[in-house]
C-alpha cells in the first residue's frame, strides 16, 4: 500500500533550462555593467542622468553580448539588468502586484507569493544562491542594516512599510531565505472588511461603539491572520482629540487617525550595545502625554508595562499577541508578565489582566485564505481563580466549498455585556437587540458577508 509521504512531491524544483540561462547572462551582464560605470559614474549629477547612463550602457551590453536576441528581447532583458542595479531584481514585478500580501524566497528557484489569502508559486527564479545573497543584502542595505556570515539574520521595514526578514546560510540550511510581508498602498477600511466577509454588521456595530467608549482591546490571532488591519481599521473611531503613540518591533501600523506618535525599537549594534526595547518604549511613552498607548504586538516583558498603563489611566489601549485562541492569549499574557522579572503571585496577575483588558478579539485566518473575526469576548474579572469570560458574536463553521473556502455564519451569542454601561455612560448608543442570539429569538441571521438574510 502506497503511503501518504511516498506520494508528496518533495524534490527541489528544476527551473526552465532556457529561463536559468537568461538569469545567467543577466548576472554576467550587470557585473560588466558595474565594471563600465566605475569611473564614470562620478560624474553623474543625479538620480535622472545616473539611471540614463545605466540605461544606455546596459542596452550596448546586451547588443554585443545577445546578438540572437530579437529587439523585444532585448528590450526586456535591458530593462532587467537597470532593475538588479537600481531595484530588486527578479523580485521587482512582484513588488508591482498590488494584490500580493507576502513575497516567499525558498530558493533560487523557487519562490511563492500570497494573493487573495492563498500561496502561489511563481515562476521568477534567481541565477544562483550568490545572486539571491546579493538582492537581500540590497533591500537590507537600503533601511541601514547588514547582513552576512557574521550576522546571518535581519528583521527590518522597508520604506514603503513592507516588514522583510531574511536569513542566510548556516542558520538557513538549505538556501538564503527571504520573507517578504507588504502592505497596501491604500490602507482597509472597516467598510472593506464587512464587503470581504472579515465580521459581521453586528460586530462592526459594537467595536466602532467600544472603540469610542475607549474600551481596551486585546486582538488575538496567528501569524498573518489579520490582527494588525483589524486594529488599523478601529483607530479610525478614535475621539481626533485623543493623542496615541504607537510602539512596535518593526512598525507596520497605520494608523487611520491624525494626532499619532509612532516609536519602533532599535537592535544592537555591532558592538552589541545601543538596544532600545518595547519595554523601554512603554516606559517612555509615559511621559509622553498619550491618551491611548498601543503596542503594535506583545510578545516579551513589555506586556507588565502595557498593563500598567491600562490600568493608570490610558483605557482604551490597544495590543496584539499571538495565540490560538482568547483563553490561550490570556495565559501567554501571564507568562510575558512573569519575564519582567518580579515574582507576582498568579491571581494577582489574573486580577490585574481582568482588570486592564475589556474586550478580547480573536482574529483568525481559515481554510482558502478567508480572515474572519471569528470570536468577540468580555474580559469580565477573575471568578473562583479562572478568568470570565463571556463570548459576544462569534463565527460558526458550516464546512468547506468545492473552491476550498471556507464558509459559515456570524451569530450573537445571546449575553449582554456589562460594558454596555460603561459605553452608554460616554454617551454613546448601542442598542441591547445586537446581542441577542440570533437562532433562539427569530432575529434575521448575518451571513459571512455581514448581510441580513
Not at 138 to 165: H, K, T, Y
Not at 353 to 371: F, N, P, S
Request: net charge negative.
Amino acid at each position: 500500500m502506497t503511503t501518504l509521504a511516498t506520494n508528496l512531491d518533495t524534490a527541489p524544483r528544476t527551473p526552465d533550462p532556457e529561463r536559468l540561462q537568461r538569469q545567467r547572462l543577466k548576472v554576467d551582464l550587470h557585473a560588466h555593467l558595474v565594471d563600465a560605470l566605475e569611473l564614470s559614474m562620478l560624474a553623474v549629477g543625479n538620480d535622472r542622468q545616473l539611471r540614463k547612463q545605466v540605461t544606455d550602457v546596459a542596452a550596448e551590453l546586451v547588443r554585443t553580448h545577445g546578438p540572437n536576441l530579437d529587439e523585444q528581447e532585448r528590450l526586456l532583458l535591458r530593462d532587467e539588468i537597470v532593475d538588479e542595479v537600481f531595484g530588486l531584481g527578479p523580485l521587482e514585478p512582484l513588488f508591482a502586484d498590488d494584490e500580493i500580501a507576502d513575497i516567499l524566497v525558498n530558493h533560487p528557484w523557487e519562490v511563492y507569493v500570497e494573493r487573495r489569502g492563498r500561496l502561489e508559486l511563481t515562476d521568477v527564479l534567481f541565477a544562483d544562491e550568490a545572486h539571491l545573497t546579493r538582492i537581500i543584502q540590497r533591500i537590507v542595505a537600503r533601511v541601514g542594516r547588514r547582513i552576512d556570515e557574521s550576522s546571518p539574520m535581519v528583521d527590518a521595514r522597508l520604506p514603503d512599510g513592507s516588514r522583510v526578514n531574511a536569513v542566510l546560510p548556516p542558520l538557513a540550511l538549505d538556501s538564503p531565505s527571504l520573507s517578504i510581508r507588504r502592505f497596501g498602498a491604500q490602507p482597509l477600511q472597516l467598510d472593506d472588511l464587512l464587503d470581504n466577509g472579515s465580521l459581521s454588521t453586528s460586530m462592526a456595530d459594537f467595536l466602532i461603539a467600544a472603540v469610542d467608549a475607549r474600551l481596551s482591546f486585546l486582538i488575538v490571532g496567528g501569524t498573518g491572520a489579520g490582527k494588525t488591519t483589524l486594529l488599523n481599521c478601529l483607530t479610525r473611531f478614535m475621539s481626533p482629540e485623543e493623542r496615541v503613540v504607537t510602539i512596535e518591533d518593526a512598525a507596520e501600523l497605520v494608523l487611520q487617525h491624525r494626532h499619532v506618535v509612532r516609536m519602533e525599537t532599535r537592535p544592537a549594534n555591532t558592538e552589541h550595545t545601543g538596544e532600545v526595547t518595547q519595554r523601554d518604549l512603554v516606559r517612555n511613552s509615559l511621559r509622553m502625554r498619550p491618551d491611548r498607548i498601543i503596542v503594535g504586538e506583545v510578545r516579551g516583558p513589555e506586556a507588565l508595562d502595557m498593563l500598567q498603563a491600562m490600568n493608570t489611566g490610558h483605557d482604551g489601549s490597544f495590543t496584539t499577541i499571538h495565540a490560538n485562541d482568547t483563553r490561550d492569549a490570556l495565559s501567554r499574557l501571564e507568562m510575558m508578565v512573569g519575564m519582567a522579572g518580579h515574582d507576582f503571585p498568579v491571581p494577582v496577575v489574573r486580577e490585574y489582566i481582568a482588570a486592564g483588558i475589556d474586550l478580547v478579539l480573536h482574529v483568525a485566518r481559515l481554510r482558502g485564505g478567508m480572515r474572519k473575526v471569528v470570536r468577540v469576548s468580555e474580559l469580565n474579572g477573575v471568578r473562583d481563580g479562572e478568568y470570565e469570560l463571556r463570548d459576544l458574536f462569534t463565527f460558526r463553521k458550516a464546512g468547506v466549498e468545492e473552491d476550498g473556502q471556507a464558509v459559515g455564519e456570524f451569530e450573537a451569542c445571546g449575553n449582554s455585556p456589562r460594558c454596555l454601561e460603561k459605553i452608554h455612560a460616554a454617551g454613546v448608543d448601542v442598542p441591547e437587540s445586537l446581542f441577542d442570539a440570533d437562532r433562539s429569538n427569530g432575529v434575521p441571521t448575518e451571513n459571512a458577508t455581514g448581510v441580513t438574510v
